[in-house]
């Protein structure tokens, strides 16, 4: 089973549409995270959950808006894409929510915004 | 300054070398250290964690972290082809709010 699915894998879209991307963990952990990795590599935290709540929200343009039903799922959804916005996003999870042990990654959605 | 600091290469080393990756951080209070491999086209997955000043082994890796220096390496011993990646340091601390630092990462290549 995987511990941390995203879908979809790849998403392409025209600019000015939204779309969401959604997250789902079965490890039993309490906090998840989204990423962004951009073209170079360099991977950015966006935002974390504690058990539904938000805890970390780093400063991102409020057309991105990070959902979390349960604990279990973080859904990122974006509004108004831009070309900027192309980039792999990464769900991941953690039993830590301060952050000090493991965090394990889904295998990313690849967004291209045209 | 950036939290987490790492040459970003490509480091390029023979088949049976050690690979020596390195990385600096600017939060002193930095409690928990770790080195993710990120393969082409995939997520980045632990290889190794290290919380206390000095040397830690697994298998062929060797962490070592010098909190005094603000440094943390990672040695790859007998660096086999498969080892080619792109290894990520990353550094979590109070004073960060409890959230990860992720460095550019170094793009290693081991020449068979």
């Known amino acids: 089973d995987t511990a941390v699915s995203q879908t979809p894998k790849y998403l392409v879209t025209q600019m000015g549409n939204d779309k969401s991307i959604k997250c789902e963990q079965n490890?039993?952990?309490?906090?998840m995270y989204w990423y962004k990795q951009d073209s170079k590599k360099f991977l950015k935290i966006m935002f974390s959950?504690?058990?539904?709540?938000?805890?970390i929200n780093e400063t991102v343009p409020n057309r991105f808006s990070p959902k979390s039903p349960d604990k279990a799922h973080l859904n990122l959804h974006i509004n108004s894409l831009e070309l900027g916005d192309s980039a792999v996003y990464f769900c991941?999870?953690?039993?830590?929510?301060?952050?000090?042990?493991?965090?394990?990654f889904g295998p990313g959605t690849r967004l291209t915004v045209l | 300054q950036k939290e987490v600091e790492q040459n970003s290469g490509p480091l390029s080393v023979p088949e049976g070398a050690i690979a020596s990756l390195n990385c600096t951080y600017s939060?002193?209070?930095?409690?928990?250290f770790f080195w993710y491999r990120q393969y082409s086209g995939k997520s980045p997955e632990l290889i190794m964690s290290i919380y206390s000043n000095g040397d830690k082994e697994d298998g062929r890796f060797t962490a070592q972290l010098n909190k005094a220096s603000q440094y943390v390496s990672l040695l790859i011993r007998d660096s086999q082809p498969s080892d080619s990646a792109t290894y990520l340091c990353a550094v979590n601390g109070r004073n960060t709010g409890n959230q990860f630092y992720f460095g550019t990462g170094t793009s290693l290549t081991v020449i068979p």
């Open positions: 490890l039993g952990h309490d906090t």
């Open positions: 991941a999870s953690s039993q830590d929510p301060a952050g000090r042990g493991e965090q394990f």
């Open positions: 939060d002193r209070v930095s409690q928990s």
């Open positions: 959950y504690n058990n539904k709540e938000l805890i």
